[in-house]
């Protein structure tokens, strides 16, 4: 009876054994059915991921013109330095651009755009001829639009239009400086901001309680204590006629924040109102690490609180579920540096600080000297492990960086396909697509990375061709969060192929991408992410063809091929 009993006992355990082991492989079974079903990408059910975005940043003065009745106003008459004056652009020829599909057609699915509130409003002689704030980084109210980029209703449109059109907006904020000191433009008091000493960069605080260049007046962002408003913004508002709606906004926002009346917060409720009445998608901020980290928090967590207000407030126009997105330009920052930047003698995680994203200074240097894989396989590790969670943003070049990726324009192509195709969030500075020129004769300093965009030179076909290019490419990466976000893996070396795949809850994306390719007929190996009988596009030739032995044949004169699951 015992040995019987021992017997029952085991066949007993092994039944259950079996059942369990059967249950999980049907588990696994019904996982990889349910991925193997999923509905091919369109851009009406793919999500708009922020890790994945491809964003367009212009300076709306030198983009397009859309309004010439403000091309002169508050008597910016002086003659400038070229290319130190405003030129004409504004925030309707912007809006004229997404309109036309212009963005559309990029696959740009968000917008940043230079600081667009009021601006000092005399010219600065900076030793390069006379220069006016066309660029918004000297800020004198940031209550109001400036007139020469158009006014509060213009930018509600802007909003509004790019919503309708699935177009995210970043709005670029400083908080660290006002404006240079003029005539017309009186210094605020003493509470409120420094004028020395100049930032010597040998610190933490030698980075952060100093002014960035001489004349620009220093936010003290690190007081706590409250201080009453300047008596020129009081004098400003007094002769606008809002002087009463202001301070009564400001007691209630202070009322139900519970915050102090410092000069960081006075700042942070003036930014938080463009969020809480337009329903602006997130921030780009300005001189990250010139203020001390925690404001960041307090500005994040109010923009936060007011994009939810205003979602409660407008559920009609409510695009998707994410929350406030906020990017950050801490200078020098790059991927190597994983999640902290260091001071020498202090290292700041600015990530744990309010910030999604911070801009990747290290991206042109990467791109210069790293092949594609080496490129893709580093980005796509760095963002899979130590920055899981977060991302940062690629660029190739800038309005203020002078030695960018490909200053010269000679390699407008390979500028596309690395910057396009490598994870994070890739930047495409106004006329990267149609290689506006970025050496402009008689400019001085960066004058010469801001010129005017070069609308004619599309006509033209080189340019034509390529824009196409980066038509293409953006396109698919917009189509495909997967590019941005997911994870990379190799095929095969020769011919060069590898594959991006994304998941999120019951979303899934999976492309093959083909670089360095002989034109003509090419066979593709596909088997590691669609399996036979798949139907397949090969976005960039139109290309259709159907997995075959793990395998598809693509017949085009290109050397570049984007395989998407075909509708």
């Known amino acids: ?66 309004d010439p009745t403000n091309d002169l106003v508050l008597e910016r008459a002086n003659k400038t330095g070229k290319l130190r004056g405003f030129e004409g652009g504004d925030i309707k020829g912007v809006i004229q651009k997404i309109e036309d599909g212009y963005f559309k057609k990029l696959g740009i699915n968000a917008l940043w755009i230079n600081p ?52 995210r907006i970043l709005m670029d904020v400083v908080i660290n400086h006002t404006g240079p000191v003029t005539d017309k433009d009186p210094v605020w008091s003493e509470e409120w901001v420094r004028t020395s000493p100049q930032c010597s960069y040998k610190d933490y605080e030698t980075a952060v309680k100093c002014t960035l260049v001489k004349n620009l007046p220093d936010i003290k962002t690190e007081n706590d204590q409250e201080v009453k408003l300047p008596e020129a913004l009081i004098s400003k508002w007094q002769e606008e006629g809002r002087l009463e709606s202001e301070m009564d906004e400001l007691e209630i926002f202070f009322a139900k924040t519970g915050l ?78 994983k999640r902290f930047y260091d001071f020498g003698d202090r290292k700041v995680d600015y990530y744990a600080n309010g910030f999604d994203n911070l801009i ?11 092949g594609y894989e080496k490129l893709y396989s580093k980005y796509s590790k760095a963002l899979q492990t130590s920055l899981i969670g977060k991302s940062v943003m690629n660029y190739i070049s800038s309005h203020d960086d002078g030695d960018p990726f ?40 960066d004058a010469t990375l801001r010129s005017n965009m070069n609308w004619d ?20 990466r917009k189509n495909h969060p997967a590019i941005g976000a997911g994870k990379h893996k190799m095929i095969s070396e020769t011919p060069y192929i590898f594959s991006r795949t994304y998941s999120k809850d019951t979303f899934v994306d999976q492309v093959v991408i083909g670089l360095n390719l002989r034109k003509g007929t090419k066979t593709i190996k596909v088997n590691s992410i669609f399996k036979d009988g798949t139907k397949l596009t090969d976005a960039y030739s139109g290309t259709e063809t159907i997995v075959s032995d793990g395998s598809v044949t693509i017949k085009s004169e290109h050397e570049i091929v984007l395989l998407e699951a075909t509708n």
């Not at 999923?38 to 397009?64: C, H, M, Q």
């Not at 006016?132 to 800020?139: K, L, S, T, V």
């Not at 030179?457 to 698919?476: P, R, Y």
């Open 1 to 66: 009876m015992k040995h019987l009993l021992t017997t029952i006992l085991l066949v007993l355990f092994s039944t259950i054994l079996a059942c369990k082991d059967d249950g999980t492989k049907e588990s696994e079974k019904t996982n990889i059915e349910e991925t193997e079903t999923i509905k091919p990408n369109t851009s009406e059910n793919t999500p708009f991921i922020w890790e994945g975005a491809n964003v367009y940043f212009l300076l709306a003065d030198r983009f397009k013109n859309g």
């Open 116 to 167: 667009l509130v009021e601006q000092v409003h005399q010219s600065v002689d900076e030793g390069t001829g006379n220069t006016y704030a066309f660029h918004g980084y000297w800020a004198k109210d940031w209550t109001n639009i400036d007139p020469n980029f158009g006014s509060h209703e213009d930018l509600k449109q802007l909003v509004e239009t790019a919503h309708q059109n699935d177009i």
């Open 260 to 337: 102090k009346r410092s000069p960081k917060n006075y700042i942070i409720k003036w930014l938080t109102d463009y969020v809480r009445e337009l329903g602006i998608d997130g921030y780009r901020v300005d001189t990250v690490k010139h203020v001390e980290e925690g404001v960041w928090n307090v500005l994040a967590e109010q923009a936060k609180l007011a994009f939810t207000e205003w979602k409660k407030n407008h559920p009609d126009k409510v695009l998707d579920n994410n929350e406030f997105f906020v990017l950050g330009e801490l200078y020098g920052y790059g991927i190597d540096g």
């Open 360 to 370: 990747n200074f290290q991206f042109k240097y990467d791109a210069g000297k790293l």
């Open 406 to 445: 490909d200053k010269e324009r000679s390699k407008t192509y390979e500028s596309a396909t690395k910057l396009l195709l490598t994870p994070g969030i890739s930047q495409v500075y106004y006329g990267d697509e149609t290689a506006r020129s970025l050496i402009i004769e008689g400019t001085e300093g």
């Open 457 to 476: 030179d599309i006509e033209k076909e080189e340019t034509a061709a390529l824009l196409e290019h980066w038509q293409k490419l953006g396109v698919f």
